[in-house]
């Protein structure tokens, strides 16, 4: 080895640590970016929302996921136009709806739009059947205030600056007290420090199944098909249990004669008088 060497090595195995930190660094950097610029779209969204509270409009913000105990939903509105749920995207560059996929500087953004169909679903299912087709599912875009439109999937697309209005115009389908009853009921289910579980399918194959009935529904055997036969089935287990009848009445008769029987020859016979013997007449010796 030439002097100065194992120097070189020690240099060059640094210089890479370096390198891998550096990009690990821009890394966070981004992902920090991220989350400050998703933080700031939250907020701006939620005072958009606040704008229509004088309608009948109750909120809900930052809750939790329903079955996903890591993740949350942005924003709830519980209002006369029924359920919906807000995704607030701070995207910047080219974001445009083109033939029914959301874009974002040309790349799709289904894996978001897939997202919102996913807590839609999973906020429907928490609610009773005749208020679950009432939950929509919207994204709304802050750094594009004035884009509009709607997903193949049929996700809405809402600038910030149509948002307030977008919401305002919905057909009323709930009444005031229901309005107040389902967010209160969806704040303390989803406002609390733990998240609602969810049965689902991907749960079937699970030990730890929230429900004992789960396991009892994959080991069930299923009940024996009816046939045309069942009336043959019948009368012949009619035909053979009047004939075991008759051979158990059989049985019985012969059984108590065998008793009766045994009974008559084993009693004692009566005792009989006894019957004095003729005396025998001696003739006296002569002499």
């Given at each position: ?14 210089a890479?640590?370096?390198e ?28 958009a ?61 289904e ?7 996913q ?8 609610l009773?059947p ?81 429900a ?15 046939t ?20 158990k ?5 012969v059984?108590?004669?065998m ?29």
């Amino acid at each position: 080895m030439a002097a100065g060497d194992r120097a070189a090595e020690q240099s060059r195995l640094a210089a890479e640590r370096v390198e891998r930190l550096r990009q690990q660094l821009e890394q966070a950097e981004r992902r920090a970016q991220a989350w400050s610029a998703g933080a700031a779209g939250e907020a701006r969204v939620a005072e958009a929302l606040a704008e229509l509270e004088p309608l009948g409009w109750l909120m809900l913000h930052d809750v939790h996921w329903p079955g996903r105990p890591k993740a949350n939903i942005d924003h709830i509105m519980v209002g006369p136009g029924g359920i919906v749920i807000v995704d607030a995207k701070n995207w910047s560059g080219d974001v445009r709806v083109r033939d029914g996929v959301l874009r974002q500087n040309g790349y799709s953004r289904e894996q978001e739009v897939s997202g919102i169909l996913q807590q839609s679903a999973a906020l429907a299912a928490v609610l009773q059947p005749d208020h679950r087709r009432l939950v929509q599912g919207w994204i709304c875009l802050v750094g594009q205030p004035e884009l509009r439109g709607t997903t193949r999937s049929g996700i809405r697309i809402e600038g910030l600056g149509s948002l307030r209005d977008a919401v305002a115009a919905l057909p009323p389908v709930l009444p005031p007290d229901i309005v107040r009853t389902v967010h209160g009921y969806l704040q303390g289910l989803l406002g609390g420090t733990t998240s609602p579980q969810l049965l689902t399918t991907a749960q079937f194959g699970r030990d730890d199944a929230p429900a004992g009935s789960l396991r009892h529904w994959r080991t069930r055997t299923a009940p024996p098909a009816k046939t045309n036969d069942t009336h043959k089935l019948r009368g012949r287990s009619a035909r053979t249990g009047c004939l075991g009848l008759l051979v158990k009445v059989v049985f019985l008769i012969v059984g108590v004669s065998m008793f009766l029987s045994f009974a008559f020859h084993a009693r004692p016979a009566a005792p009989t008088a006894p019957h004095p013997a003729p005396a025998a007449s001696q003739s006296a010796p002569s002499r």
